[in-house]
């Protein structure tokens, strides 16, 4: 650690906050508050305490010596060998441990977090903030590195790409998992150069709908992906987190159905039959199909209505009414998908996975569902529905037409254009696709990043004028502050500040990028532009999230991982179906103006376009398999060293035993004279004769019986060397081609 | 080992067959047969050698005592264990290694196999037959247990299914990778049951090209790969023989393009460019072409000469030119699929693999290209252009009626008949499929099985007969055997024709159940009794296969394997691939007269043909997700004694690092008298005040110093019991609600 940031945050790890709860549970708050210190004291943390807001505590916490951290570092390193993280076993000098291999903070801050809340068998002090008896647990959090934080922000806005050291650094500080996300939007955002400046010049040379650009876009998108799948087990070796994944943390709500005990090692065993969790699986088609129905009709309904309002009603309050679907889709679609989400997280939780991943796993697989529907239903109606069969279907919206009789002035406005008169828009598909690769990146950035701030400061100001206003009312509400030390008065006044923040989800990130890198590669063939527009936004997308990190939220807890997890399948998935969905954009919409079969549905040939997308698909999956081949020949700096490594650990094991690969010929047979050079002189004395009278009486000693035959078989050349004189008369007996040698005999 | 065996192998562990070479090559002959008995000796090895056949000598190897074959089986498992496939670590006892963990026959025979062959770096003899300086060694081989191989052969024959305990017998004889055949067998065989009993009622009930029978194999066929793949698994752990293929022995053959040393390990590397490999890989493109052009040309021509003779030629000499096209193809596909496979061979070769397993994946790859072409070509060719376009391709066979011209009699004959006239044989592709089913398989037993047992016999009587005529005749030709010590002369008799026995290749039997599970998948909804002839047949192939592996091949060297390898992804391949073609056979064949489209192309609808195509290949998809992530979830009692023995290693190494994941608190700090009930008492003696005057003594003594602020700040409670004082003394402070609690004070 910095001496700096030992200045400004008091050595302090970690910082519990804990909530008293309202005054009739108050003696059971009080009696939890005690359980909390003395379970942090058990398990070796030093606290403090001091005033949080109106009625909450800040529980500052430190290890209460550097040996009682070896000590869990040295357990934890241990675990780590044994499930293969480390190559080498950790040496058993544990009063050395911190120094001979130090802790990078995220790494220290793990492991308090772990102290603080892995379960007592384990030797933590098991609080579960939020849960169970620790419900007035309200965050367990460390604190920001505020100098650090400012240099990243000053420091990346100044460049363009981050360096491999400055994801390093990111990973030292806040964890692998969110340091993984960085490395993934960096490389996203790398690899968007080539897509953006091809994009550009097709959108300048080719136009829209260039079947050359698909191509190269579901190329670049294969490319990409197993780019990324290749750059995490670098990166993986990199920060030594390679199969940590495997290690999986038991999951606190998990409800065995059972507890047996193991017949080999005599645990306990929580038993959860995996076949009653794979009935309660199967609530996930009904899940899975109520959001299709659910999120589907509200979309549907108001695409429709859109239509008809923009394109189809001509009557008044035109311009009034044009916003209605918006306005329900804004309203109804964040409730609906609210609704889903809650209902796909009791499911997961019913589900009743034993570890946090398994867990997390099934939970990011709904999300991606949901959010899939979201995000490409509308995309998807416009590009298959409404372009196609727009003068088929619309005038079906007919029936819409009375809900809005009642403001109709005259019966000719009423009156839907016949098949014949309605023209569809030609530019609604570019427009939406032009919709979602820049204003809707805009208004997601402005939601996520600027509007939290602003409510942030709004709050704070609300606050400081309510104070002073009751100040002026003569009511002086005592500030929790007032009783600080003066020394602490500003440290305090940021822990505040930081505890009153939101937790940082990376999930969410993710989740955005995967989206985006859906559209891109199933509709970006609409509007060339889009990889542009999003190679701009991802610039600004990862200053942003960076921002979010280092202000908008509590410091993050750090944690391991070994990958971006689930979303990598997302987007393998969104690659599959992007060769599919441009295929057919392409065969429909591209030739002539571009602007696609205009509604005349008879002039799309469904066998060209199921062919197209056919060839498409499987041309996607012999590329998929072709790249994924030549990518995983290439060798790397990163796996050649760890391969040297796993050579030395392993040659070391062999060299202990005393078995070492090098040259070590194994002790010959101490009855055989192998030094001799050419072995002949050693049984010169020994006459041929002799050893066949030697073989014969044997022979006749013992002939028959059945054990000595065996013996006597291994006796008849009693060394190498007689072995091999025996052979080499044989050899004279043998006829070799030509009579010679017999003769010779 | 048994004492039946002791008695009839004379304890032979390996025999080495050294072949002399012609006359004018004796000198380096005799001398590289004074360096093998040699490099046998030096490596630990007890050598017997006699006479093999007129110009072979059988070199007899035992490992010269227990000890030194102690030492290799424990440099052998620390390797496994380093590799992680023991989970334990091999006791240190190298003694008595053999008799706490016994070895089976399989593993004596590796050990031994491994110390002659692995090179002399490594401790072995080098020996590398048919290669290199050991050219003359035409092979290595341990002798048949002829009791267990009678047993055997009379069990399986009164068995239908074999039973675990059967299978690892032949894991303990003849080593995993057969083993896993046998297994594959097994599994495959049983499950056939099914597909067996439905197509039967589907042949009885339904008739051929039944959908329903589509769906139900083609789910059959994802359920049984999904269920061999954990079945591998399963059986890895029972074999112990998980991650076995991590070992990766270096291929002999291996070229690299130059050594470099390690800066790591100071070891020598062997380096050889990915980059250039992938180059070299870049050839298996044209080959596959050549593949396609080469065997798909001479296929064609064949089935279009045959189409053209029996179904449009009328002329003379038909009943003797219906033949020719068989002819042709007997005579010309194994002429170019050996040429093929010859070329395969050198590319791999050529591609320069650095281990055996890279090398032989590579091989069974190309392998499969080939065998893939020689077996479906004609099927497809009558599944998807004879019946939906004979009527009009038929008249363009026109022209190889001008190679018959000579034999016509008169004109009439010659004319083709108009499409009008011709209609296609509605039964052809049906009998063709039986064909596959049934009688290629019978002829492949015949010549598989049989065919050797012939052949051998007849060479031998052949052999015997010209010894008895040269004796007749009066040239008394020494026999090889008659120098033999009469007590040896059966055995010897025996290993002679042992070594005279071709080697088993695992790989043949493997590549033929793959291609008859590709008819199974693909084609089988033709005739719905395919998968009951398969059946019956698969019943006799293991017998037969067993045959061939007791009676007709040498002992085969065991080898250790955790999977089937490569073939397992043929078979996902060919699953997918059912999904295809049985999609597109069922909708052009079925309904009405099951005949198909009998040659009217234009009642195909193409867009309906893709579409059923298009459905059912991602119904399969979505499909396999589902069933390889249900499998995945099973547990088993493999797995969980896996997951013991796993857990319990663990375990033991945190105990002995002092760190047992028992309840062991951590010791609390000195200074905190944490040992007291309720703490209350402890800190009784010190009053508030004294504390805070405490507290601000200090802070005035050092205030404002900025290194002595830490200090102060975690010496303001000096115990967790002041730390939870402090707190409810915050607490109290607190506005809860009420205002009770304020009042109070």
Chains 1, 2 share one sequence.
């Not at 806040?174 to 955002?189: C, D, P, R």
């Not at 990199?238 to 999986?248: A, C, L, P, Q, Y």
């Not at 990146?441 to 206003?469: D, L, W, Y």
């Not at 602490?488 to 969410?508: C, G, I, M, Q």
Request: charged share 25%.
């Amino acid at each position: 650690m910095s001496h700096k940031t030992l200045q400004s945050n008091f050595d302090v790890d970690y910082v519990i906050s804990y909530r008293m709860p309202k005054d009739e549970d108050k003696e059971a708050g009080v009696t939890q508050f005690r359980k909390l210190i003395r379970a942090l004291a058990e398990t070796g943390l030093t606290t403090e305490v001091r005033r949080g807001d109106e009625t909450s505590l800040l529980v500052f916490v430190k290890a209460a010596d550097e040996k009682i951290l070896a000590d869990v570092v040295h357990r934890s390193r241990i675990k780590d060998w044994l499930h293969g993280v480390r190559q080498v076993q950790p040496s058993k000098d544990v009063a050395n441990i911190l120094t001979s291999e130090p802790l990078t903070e995220a790494e220290r801050h793990r492991h308090i977090h772990h102290m603080i809340c892995c379960p007592r068998e384990e030797g933590g002090a098991g609080i579960t903030p939020k849960h169970g008896e620790w419900k007035n647990v309200e965050a367990v959090f460390p604190l920001h590195d505020h100098v650090k934080n400012k240099k990243w922000l000053s420091e990346f806005t100044r460049k363009t790409f981050l360096t491999p050291d400055d994801l390093d650094e990111i990973r030292n500080t806040v964890g692998e998992k969110i340091a993984y996300y960085y490395a993934f939007l960096q490389s996203y955002f790398s690899f968007m150069i080539f897509p953006a400046a091809f994009g550009f010049s097709c959108w300048v040379l080719l136009g829209n709908y260039s079947p050359i650009y698909a191509i190269v876009n579901g190329l670049w998108c294969v490319v990409f992906v197993e780019y990324w799948k290749r750059q995490e087990k670098e990166l993986a070796i990199r920060w030594n987190v390679k199969n940590v994944s495997t290690i999986e943390d038991k999951r606190r709500e998990f409800a065995p159905e059972k507890v047996t005990t193991d017949p080999v090692t005599g645990e306990q065993v929580w038993f959860f039959p995996a076949k009653k969790r794979l009935q309660r699986q199967l609530l996930q088609i009904p899940l899975a199909a109520l959001c299709v129905v659910g999120l589907g009709a509200i979309i549907c309904t108001c695409y429709a209505i859109e239509i008809f309002i923009s394109e189809v009603y001509d009557g008044p309050l035109k311009s009034i009414l044009v916003f209605l679907p918006t306005i329900l889709l804004t309203l109804a679609v964040p409730t609906m998908s609210n609704f889903l989400t809650g209902f796909a997280e009791k499911l997961t939780f019913y589900e009743n996975y034993e570890t946090q991943d398994a867990h997390d796993k099934a939970m990011i697989s709904k999300v991606f569902v949901i959010n899939f529907i979201t995000s490409y239903t509308a995309i998807f109606l416009t590009s298959f529905v409404y372009v196609p069969f727009a003068t088929i279907l619309v005038p079906y919206l007919d029936i819409l037409g009375m809900t809005v009789k009642p403001f109709a002035e005259n019966e000719k406005q009423l009156q839907t254009p016949s098949p014949a008169t309605f023209t569809i828009n030609p530019n609604r598909l570019r427009n939406q696709m032009i919709y979602f690769a820049v204003t809707a990146q805009v208004v997601n950035f402005a939601m996520e990043t600027i509007m939290p701030v602003v409510t942030q400061r709004g709050t704070k100001k609300f606050k400081e004028m309510q104070s002073q206003r009751a100040e002026k009312h003569g009511g002086t509400t005592p500030s929790v502050a007032d009783n600080d030390p003066p020394e602490e008065k500003d440290f305090l006044a940021r822990v505040r500040e930081e505890a009153a923040l939101p937790e940082y989800d990376v999930t969410s990130d993710l989740r955005e990028m995967c989206i985006q890198f859906g559209y891109l590669s199933c509709f970006s063939v609409i509007w060339p532009l889009t990889p542009v527009s999003y190679f701009i936004n991802n610039w600004v997308e990862l200053r942003g999230d960076t921002f979010k990190l280092a202000v908008e939220c509590r410091r993050p807890n750090p944690a391991r991982a070994d990958s971006i997890g689930p979303w990598l399948s997302s987007l393998e998935f969104l690659a599959w179906l992007g060769s599919i969905t441009s295929a057919a954009l392409v065969y429909m919409f591209s030739g002539g103006d571009g602007h696609g079969p205009d509604g005349r549905p008879h002039q799309i040939k469904l066998w060209a376009l199921l062919l197209s997308v056919f060839l498409s698909e499987h041309i996607f999956l012999v590329v998929r398999v072709l790249v994924r081949t030549a990518i995983s020949k290439l060798d790397s700096a990163a796996m050649r060293k760890e391969r040297s490594e796993r050579f030395m650990v392993r040659r070391k094991y062999l060299e202990d035993a005393g078995l070492g690969h090098a040259v070590k010929p194994i002790a010959s047979p101490p009855n055989s004279p192998l030094k001799t050079e050419s072995g002949e002189q050693a049984f010169a004395s020994l006459t041929r004769e002799s050893l066949e009278d030697e073989a014969r009486n044997q022979s006749t000693s013992t002939s028959g019986a059945g054990e000595g035959s065996v013996e006597r078989f291994w006796l008849r050349q009693r060394s190498w060397a007689e072995s091999e004189r025996a052979g080499l008369g044989m050899i004279e007996l043998m006829d070799l081609g030509t009579k010679e040698a017999k003769k010779a005999q």
